[in-house]
């Protein structure tokens, strides 16, 4: 409180001892209730006289209003304190996959559903895939040999099996 605020804490001070039904405080207990209770400003002070008038039955000490207004004064910083927290919360918000992440799970899902309907043929499709692609052999980084797109693609399905007479020879016969 300021010394400003003394002419108006006094009016209340007898207010809520008249209200208490107390006999009126002196002007040198006043003095002493203003110092003690100098940390906390006026407003404060007010709310929690007003408060203890409807919730007490007794005259409060000056320490009980300073406890009072001491849990008051750690109520609104705590208050403020969370709000400065959620003001600089630098925690993203989660607003779904994004398309980047949308994509790749496509892509996991299909590799994952391929791998089930065709189990150890993985490395069959990466020659093939890499053959229509023009690119080297996924694993040595060679160039691709002919029989090694055709031994995948037998694998796959693409082409059925050697011919069992041309096997000899190493003629394939398609039968797809």
Partial sequence: MQAADADAFN??????????????????ATVHWFDAL?????????????????????????????????????????????AEAAAFDRTPDYRGP???????????RSFLREGQRQPGKWWAREIVQAHEAGLPHPRTGRDLTDWQVRMAQAALGQLAVLSGSAADDGAWEETA
């Fill in 38 to 82: 100098r940390e906390h400003p006026f407003p404060r002070v007010r709310s929690v006289l007003k408060g203890w008038m409807v919730t007490r039955h007794k005259l409060p000490t000056i320490a009980d209003i300073c406890r009072e207004c001491a849990e008051l004064a750690a109520a609104d910083r705590e208050r403020i304190a969370k």
């Fill in 98 to 108: 994004s398309e980047i992440g949308r994509r790749a799970m496509r892509e996991i």
């Fill in 11 to 28: 009016a209340l001070l007898a207010d809520v001892a008249e209200c208490m039904g107390h006999r009126p405080i002196s002007a040198r």
